[in-house]
Nanobody, 121 residues
């Protein structure tokens, strides 16, 4: 079993920055890939950023050049640094972990509880 606990998020004015953190515990070796997804009200959950065990990362085009994903392996923590935030970034953000490096939410076995990010103009 793996547990994912997220922190960070909140409300910020457009153009501001926020950081999300996700601490993983449990059988971490079973989850070489971790990712951030987001879901706005009435919309499907979509991948924002991916990170795998080989240090490869990928960022969605919609947030490229504004969001950065990183991982502190010693602390088993995944981060999402969000800069130049826009109202369209408003959503519930979820940390996910699983065996595959994928943009599909179905590839991830474990999910955090979600953190709300609200960007106001």
């Amino acid at each position: 079993q793996v547990q994912l606990v997220e922190s960070g998020g909140g409300s910020v004015q457009a153009g501001g920055s926020l950081r999300l953190s996700c601490v993983a515990s449990g059988v971490i070796k079973s989850i070489p890939s971790m990712a951030w997804f987001r879901q706005a009200p009435g919309k499907e959950r979509k991948g924002v950023a991916l990170s795998n065990g080989d240090r490869a990362t990928s960022i969605a085009d919609s947030v490229k050049d504004r969001f950065t994903i990183s991982k502190d392996r010693a602390k088993h923590t995944l981060y999402l640094q969000m800069n130049s935030l826009k109202p369209d970034d408003t959503a519930m953000y979820y940390c996910a972990a699983g065996p595959r490096f994928s943009w599909s939410s179905e590839a991830y076995t474990y999910w955090g509880q979600g953190k709300q990010v609200t960007v106001y103009s």
